[in-house]
C-alpha cells in the first residue's frame, strides 16, 4: 500500500510547490500586460487547468514523468515587458501566438533548430535581464513595509537553509498570515472561479516585443531544462509531442488569459525522482497527480488573486522575486560561463533588465538583438586573438521522428547514465 501511495503523495507535492511558489508571478505578469483583476484570476485558472490536462495525457500516453506547468520565467517577461500598444487583447493575441510557435517547434524540427542556435550565453543573459527587476523586489519590499516583509524574508531563509522545496511556499504562507492581521478582509472580493474571455488582436510592436522573447524564453528556459531533468534521471522525453501538446493547450488558453504552457523545469525532479518511487516504471503516476492536483488548485485562482489585491503590491512582488532567485542564479551562472562571449552577455543583460521600449517593443528584445550584434562585432574585431569558434547552443534534442517507425523522439542523454527509452 505504501508503495502505491507514494507516487500519489509526490505528485500532491508536486501541485503543491509548483503553484504555490509562482504564482504570484503569473498574477504579477497579466496585470503588468493589461489584465484586470477578474482577467488576471482567468488567467491562472486556465494555465492551471491547461498544464493539468496535459500532465494527465502525456503520462497516461508515454508512461513517463512529464511533468507540465506554466512558464513562470515567462511570466517574468510579462513584468518586465508592461503594457504593450493594444491593451490587453494585445497581449492575448501575442499568447496565442505563442502557443502557435511552439506547436510549429514541434512540428517542424527546423525552428526548433533555430532556437537552439540562439547562442547559450546570450539566451541565458536575456532570461537574467528579464529576472533581476523584479528579483530586487525583497529588498524593496524590506525598505518599504519592513514589518510584512521582514517575516517573510526570514522564514524564506531559514526554510531554504533546512527544507529548500518548502521555502517559497512557506514565504508564502507567512504572508497571507501578515496580510490577514493587517486588513479587516474583504467586504465584495468575488473568490469563486471566473472564466473571462477577451477577444484577440495583433499588433506589430505586441509580436515582435511580447510574442517572440515569450517564445524564446518559455523554450530556452522551460522545455529545454525540462528535457535535461528528465535526461539525468534516465528518461528520453518525447520532446515533439510535449512541444506540440503543450503549444496546442497555450493557443486554446490565451483567450481565457494563459499567457505559455511548457514542460516543467524546477518541479520535473519532483515527479521523475526516485523519492516519487524506486521503480521508474511508476513515475509516471506521480506526474498524472500532479495534473489532476494542479488542475483543482485552478479552481483556487480567484481567490489567490484577491489575495493579492489585499496586499501591498510590493509585498506581492517580494514574494515572486524570492521564488526567481534560483533561477536568476542559474541564468547569470550560464551567461558569463564563456569567457570570449561574456561581454556581450553583459549587455545583453543591461540593455534587457533596463525596461527600455523603442518603436514599442520592450527590452527583451532589444536586450537580444544587442548581445548578438555584440558577439558578432567582438568576434570580427579580434579573430587573431580569438579564433572562431562554434557557438554553443542549449542541449535542444533534436525533434524528428526516429527512423524504424518508433513513434517517439529521441533525446541524446545529459547524464552519464543510460537513458531509459521512450515507450
Given at each position: 500500500?505504501?508503495?502505491?501511495?507514494?507516487?500519489?503523495?509526490?505528485?500532491?507535492?508536486?501541485?503543491?510547490?509548483?503553484?504555490?511558489?509562482s504564482?504570484?508571478?503569473?498574477?504579477?505578469g497579466?496585470?503588468?500586460?493589461?489584465?484586470?483583476?477578474?482577467?488576471?484570476?482567468?488567467?491562472?485558472?486556465?494555465?492551471?487547468?491547461a498544464?493539468?490536462?496535459?500532465?494527465?495525457?502525456l503520462g497516461?500516453?508515454?508512461?513517463?514523468?512529464?511533468?507540465?506547468?506554466?512558464?513562470?520565467?515567462?511570466?517574468?517577461?510579462?513584468?518586465?515587458?508592461?503594457?504593450?500598444?493594444?491593451?490587453w487583447?494585445?497581449?492575448?493575441?501575442?499568447?496565442?501566438?505563442?502557443?502557435?510557435?511552439?506547436?510549429?517547434?514541434?512540428?517542424?524540427?527546423?525552428?526548433?533548430?533555430?532556437?537552439?542556435?540562439?547562442?547559450?550565453s546570450?539566451?541565458?543573459?536575456?532570461?537574467?535581464?528579464?529576472?533581476?527587476?523584479?528579483?530586487?523586489?525583497?529588498?524593496?519590499?524590506?525598505?518599504?513595509?519592513?514589518?510584512?516583509?521582514?517575516?517573510?524574508?526570514?522564514?524564506?531563509?531559514?526554510?531554504?537553509?533546512f527544507?529548500?522545496?518548502?521555502?517559497?511556499?512557506?514565504?508564502?504562507?507567512?504572508?497571507?498570515?501578515?496580510?490577514?492581521?493587517?486588513?479587516?478582509?474583504?467586504?465584495?472580493?468575488?473568490?469563486?472561479?471566473?472564466?473571462?474571455?477577451?477577444?484577440?488582436?495583433?499588433?506589430?510592436?505586441?509580436?515582435?516585443?511580447?510574442a517572440?522573447?515569450?517564445?524564446?524564453?518559455?523554450?530556452?528556459?522551460?522545455?529545454?531544462?525540462?528535457?535535461?531533468?528528465?535526461?539525468?534521471?534516465?528518461y528520453?522525453?518525447?520532446?515533439?509531442?510535449?512541444?506540440?501538446?503543450?503549444?496546442?493547450?497555450?493557443?486554446?488558453?490565451?483567450?481565457v488569459?494563459?499567457?505559455?504552457?511548457?514542460?516543467?523545469a524546477?518541479t520535473?525532479?519532483?515527479a521523475?525522482?526516485?523519492?516519487?518511487?524506486?521503480?521508474?516504471?511508476?513515475?509516471?503516476?506521480a506526474?498524472?497527480?500532479?495534473?489532476?492536483g494542479?488542475?483543482?488548485?485552478?479552481?483556487?485562482?480567484?481567490?489567490?488573486?484577491?489575495?493579492?489585491?489585499?496586499?501591498?503590491?510590493?509585498?506581492?512582488?517580494?514574494?515572486?522575486?524570492?521564488a526567481?532567485?534560483?533561477a536568476?542564479?542559474?541564468?547569470?551562472?550560464?551567461?558569463?560561463?564563456?569567457?570570449?562571449?561574456?561581454?556581450?552577455?553583459?549587455?545583453?543583460?543591461?540593455?534587457?533588465?533596463?525596461?527600455?521600449?523603442?518603436?514599442?517593443?520592450?527590452?527583451?528584445?532589444?536586450?537580444?538583438v544587442?548581445?548578438?550584434?555584440?558577439?558578432?562585432?567582438?568576434?570580427?574585431?579580434?579573430?587573431?586573438?580569438?579564433?572562431?569558434?562554434?557557438?554553443?547552443?542549449?542541449?535542444a534534442?533534436?525533434?524528428?521522428?526516429?527512423a524504424?517507425?518508433?513513434?517517439?523522439?529521441?533525446?541524446?542523454?545529459?547524464?552519464?547514465?543510460?537513458?531509459?527509452?521512450?515507450?
Open positions: 500500500m505504501a508503495g502505491r501511495l507514494q507516487p500519489v503523495l509526490a505528485g500532491v507535492v508536486t501541485a503543491l510547490v509548483g503553484f504555490a511558489s504564482f504570484t508571478v503569473v498574477l504579477a497579466l496585470r503588468a500586460v493589461g489584465a484586470d483583476p477578474r482577467q488576471a484570476a482567468s488567467g491562472l485558472l486556465a494555465l492551471c487547468v498544464s493539468g490536462c496535459c500532465a494527465v495525457w497516461l500516453r508515454h508512461r513517463l514523468p512529464l511533468a507540465i506547468a506554466w512558464s513562470t520565467p515567462g511570466a517574468a517577461l510579462l513584468v518586465a515587458t508592461g503594457p504593450v500598444p493594444g491593451g487583447p494585445a497581449a492575448v493575441g501575442a499568447f496565442l501566438l505563442t502557443g502557435l510557435l511552439i506547436v510549429a517547434a514541434g512540428l517542424v524540427p527546423a525552428l526548433g533548430r533555430a532556437v537552439a542556435a540562439i547562442p547559450a546570450i539566451a541565458s543573459a536575456m532570461l537574467a535581464g528579464v529576472l533581476l527587476p523584479l528579483c530586487t523586489a525583497p529588498v524593496r519590499a524590506l525598505v518599504e513595509v519592513p514589518r510584512l516583509a521582514g517575516p517573510v524574508v526570514l522564514v524564506w531563509v531559514l526554510l531554504h537553509r527544507a529548500r522545496r518548502w521555502a517559497v511556499p512557506g514565504a508564502l504562507a507567512v504572508a497571507v498570515v501578515a496580510i490577514a492581521l493587517t486588513t479587516s478582509g474583504p467586504a465584495r472580493l468575488d473568490v469563486t472561479p471566473v472564466v473571462a474571455l477577451t477577444a484577440p488582436a495583433w499588433t506589430l510592436p505586441a509580436v515582435v516585443g511580447l517572440l522573447p515569450l517564445f524564446l524564453v518559455t523554450m530556452a528556459a522551460q522545455n529545454v531544462p525540462g528535457v535535461a531533468v528528465l535526461a539525468g534521471y534516465g528520453r522525453a518525447p520532446l515533439g509531442s510535449a512541444l506540440r501538446v503543450t503549444g496546442l493547450a497555450t493557443a486554446l488558453g490565451a483567450p488569459g494563459g499567457h505559455a504552457v511548457n514542460l516543467a524546477i520535473a525532479a519532483l521523475a525522482g526516485p523519492d516519487a518511487h524506486p521503480d521508474p516504471d511508476r513515475r509516471w503516476i506526474s498524472v497527480t500532479a495534473g489532476v494542479l488542475a483543482l488548485l485552478g479552481l483556487g485562482a480567484g481567490a489567490a488573486t484577491a489575495l493579492v489585491l489585499l496586499s501591498p503590491p510590493v509585498l506581492v512582488e517580494a514574494v515572486a522575486g524570492l526567481l532567485l534560483g536568476l542564479a542559474g541564468a547569470v551562472t550560464a551567461a558569463v560561463a564563456r569567457p570570449e562571449a561574456r561581454e556581450a552577455a553583459v549587455v545583453t543583460l543591461v540593455v534587457t533588465a533596463s525596461g527600455v521600449s523603442l518603436l514599442g517593443v520592450g527590452g527583451a528584445f532589444w536586450g537580444l544587442a548581445g548578438c550584434l555584440m558577439l558578432l562585432l567582438f568576434r570580427r574585431r579580434r579573430p587573431a586573438e580569438t579564433p572562431p569558434v562554434a557557438l554553443p547552443s542549449p542541449a534534442p533534436p525533434l524528428e521522428e526516429p524504424g517507425g518508433a513513434g517517439r523522439e529521441a533525446v541524446p542523454p545529459l547524464s552519464a547514465r543510460p537513458a531509459r527509452p521512450a515507450r
